[in-house]
């Protein structure tokens, strides 16, 4: 297949091509797309020297798929104009995602719902991908009535600039800030801008795309937070539930679950954390207890690599996916 990657050369459209190699994608053509800066630069794919295009002579290619990780302005602009030539676009960015004539898709959840009429695909937000995937299985067995979500966010989900600014501060040099304080040494509960309800807009998405991705009548409220981690997002969940559960019941179901690992061991202190998921495109789940506060509610904690499954992985499972059901047609 003829593959374009649009923000070859961010830090997320490097694991994508990362990801692409690693997953054997049949790619005949891959196209390297970025801003007019970058356009002439080689990049490197699987040993193979590649030169980065504008938007344009991407457009201009026809790729069979193009997968988007440039920003909301740039997909809103661009990713209907790939569409018109007959591609089918995955985008990473916002944009789409809460569009009601666009699906929102987690492979394991909802892949089933692609069609070949499906021109624009959003993948859902970073955090978010890892909640509705350990939310999936228990969801279906017990019915979930509430979601309370305290997130732990990794750097990494703010760029390469944040992760300098963490750097610099470490090393005494000072230099350009992407947030409002020191990230070194400090927790910052502020993902995104904030918005008129008093929420930031990653606390918003964590809400309006678990409700569409998995059910609308399920309640979500959530806290994000920006931790000095250079990688992998971590996320405490509280769980309520229209039925009862055992909590045996809750760790089969999650480790019969594609895409997740199960790390849940206190005795030999085996819970997920951010440092195992490096590089790993699973979710892993652990620290599942019962709330003894609340009948019917469970806590467990989410942890996952950011840029993997939160974005570059679940974007090339999309990919995939469409090449399984032979859904392109350009």
């Known amino acids: 297949m003829k593959v374009a990657v649009v923000g070859a050369t ?9 990801v692409l190699h690693e997953m054997n994608f049949p790619i005949t053509e891959l196209i390297p797309v970025a801003s007019e800066k970058s356009v002439g630069k080689k990049i490197d794919f699987g040993g193979l020297e590649t030169t980065v295009v504008s938007m344009q002579t991407a457009v201009d290619m026809r790729p069979d798929i193009a997968i988007f990780s440039a920003g909301g302005g740039i997909s809103l602009e661009w990713a209907p104009k790939f569409a018109e030539a007959g591609t089918t676009v995955i985008d990473n960015s916002s944009a789409w995602r809460m569009d009601p004539t666009k699906k929102l898709i987690v492979p394991e959840i909802n892949g089933h719902l692609l069609t070949s009429e499906d021109k624009i695909i959003a993948n859902p937000n ?16 017990y019915g979930v009535k509430r979601v309370v979500v305290s997130t732990y966010q ?21 230099g350009e800030m992407v947030y409002p304080y020191e990230i070194d040494q400090n927790c910052l509960p502020h993902c995104d801008d904030f918005t008129e309800n008093g929420y930031t807009k990653e606390e918003m998405k964590l809400t309006n795309e678990t409700k569409k991705i998995l059910d609308p009548s399920i309640n979500v409220t959530a806290t994000a937070v920006r931790v000095p981690v250079k990688g992998g997002h971590s996320e405490a969940v509280n769980v309520e539930f229209e039925n009862e559960f055992e909590l045996s019941d809750v760790r089969r179901l999650l480790h019969e679950t594609d895409g997740i690992t199960l790390k849940d061991d206190p005795t030999t202190n085996t819970y997920p954390m951010p440092l195992y998921a490096a590089g790993k495109n ?22 996952s690599d950011n840029l993997r499954k939160g974005a570059a992985t679940n974007a090339v499972q999309i990919a995939q996916l469409i ?5 392109v047609s350009v």
Request: aromatic share 2%; proline share 1%; net charge positive.
């Open 126 to 141: 970073c955090s978010t991908i890892q909640l509705v995937l350990a939310l999936k299985p228990l969801h279906d067995k």
């Open 282 to 303: 699973d979710v892993f789940v652990g620290r599942i207890r019962r709330d003894e506060s609340q009948e019917k509610t469970l806590n467990m904690w989410v942890v």
């Open 323 to 327: 090449l399984e059901r032979n859904l």
């Open 154 to 174: 990794s750097i990494s989900g703010t760029g390469v600039k944040a992760t300098t600014q963490m750097e610099n501060e470490r090393n005494g040099v000072k």
């Open 10 to 18: 961010g830090m997320v459209g490097e694991v994508m091509l990362k």
